[in-house]
């Protein structure tokens, strides 16, 4: 059985991502710790609508 690294990723606003690149920096360090996907959501907190989180986990599910 082969593993991937999977990564997920999310950042709360496009306004923080503009000012600190805090999703950059994330996706950035999954990279570095070698995950060969990379799933991320840009959503408010209020916002439960997640979908690069849902398709890791339809991935993930998947892959069982």
């Given at each position: 059985?082969?593993?991937?690294?999977?990564?997920?990723?999310?950042?709360?606003?496009?306004?923080?991502?503009?000012?600190?690149?805090?999703?950059?920096?994330?996706?950035?360090?999954?990279?570095?710790?070698?995950?060969?996907?990379?799933?991320?959501d840009?959503?408010?907190?209020?916002?439960?609508?997640?979908?690069?989180?849902?398709?890791?986990?339809?991935?993930?599910t998947?892959?069982?």
């Amino acid at each position: 059985m082969s593993s991937e690294v999977i990564g997920y990723a999310r950042e709360s606003s496009d306004k923080q991502e503009m000012e600190g690149n805090a999703l950059t920096k994330q996706i950035r360090r999954l990279r570095d710790a070698g995950a060969a996907r990379i799933f991320y959501d840009i959503a408010q907190r209020s916002n439960n609508k997640r979908d690069g989180l849902l398709q890791c986990r339809l991935l993930l599910t998947n892959h069982q």
